[in-house]
């Protein structure tokens, strides 16, 4: 099983936004199913506007991943702290982290054996925290008046990029948690890239997704099975 599904990013608007409230966001627990297992995903907010976000796959003896993030949400901004995520893979096991030196801009990381620090730019997210800034930044657009594409600042494995994401407008997607219409988010790669990936949100949902498509190498296919709002 090869899951590679949450993408890390900064979203910068040349277009007009409707009023932003991201401390109106609620604490959730969601079940996504695919072939081979569930994936379980919590948000949790812990003390003053420091949160949580978990996510847990369990694959018996073969595949077993859990990946925790912090970080701090302002009326208008998503700001990473720490990641940490563990994987095991057969007799393989992976480490990595990264913490979020805000006062002295910089990232320090480690990838398994490999550490080192990189320039942090600022307003760039932490992974983990990609799908969930999306999603906030999604609910405050007008959506009778969508952009072709948004910008983000990615870091990953060591390095920060820009990415590009294409809206591609709405669709119906059936899932084991019911049918949603939804708005289509998809990863522009280069063709030789031979890479996709494709996130729908819910705007019944308050946005959240109820779909992952990723494809790299191999296809995994993430539908919402059960959402919980948590007061």
């Known amino acids: 099983m090869k899951i590679r599904l949450l993408v890390i990013l900064f979203l910068t608007f040349p277009f007009t936004l409707i009023a932003e409230n991201f401390l109106d966001l609620k604490q959730t627990k969601a079940t996504l199913s695919m072939n081979g297992g569930e994936m379980e995903v919590l948000l949790k907010k812990k003390e003053n506007n420091i949160w949580e976000m978990s996510s847990y796959v369990d694959g018996g003896r073969i ?12 009326q208008n901004s998503l700001v990473p702290l720490s990641h940490k995520v563990r994987m095991k893979i057969l007799f393989k096991k992976i480490k990595a982290s990264a913490n979020f030196d805000w006062k002295n801009l910089q990232v320090d990381y480690e990838e398994g054996k490999d550490k080192g620090s990189i320039k942090l730019v600022q307003g760039a997210l932490g992974p983990a925290t990609a799908q969930l800034k999306m999603r906030l930044d999604l609910r405050s657009l007008d959506l009778n008046t969508l952009p072709e594409k948004i910008e983000y600042f990615v870091y990953f494995r060591g390095k920060i990029k820009e990415r590009t994401y294409l809206l591609k407008g709405f669709e119906d997607v059936e899932t084991p948690f019911g049918k949603y219409n939804t708005l289509k988010v998809e990863r522009k790669f280069q063709p030789e ?25 191999r296809k995994s296919d993430l539908l919402l099975k059960k959402l919980e709002f948590i007061n």
């Open 63 to 74: 595949f077993e991943r859990k990946e925790v993030s912090i970080f701090e949400l302002n």
């Open 193 to 217: 890239d031979n890479r996709k990936q494709i996130y729908w949100f819910a705007p019944d949902l308050d946005f959240s997704i109820v779909r992952i498509l990723n494809v790299d190498g």
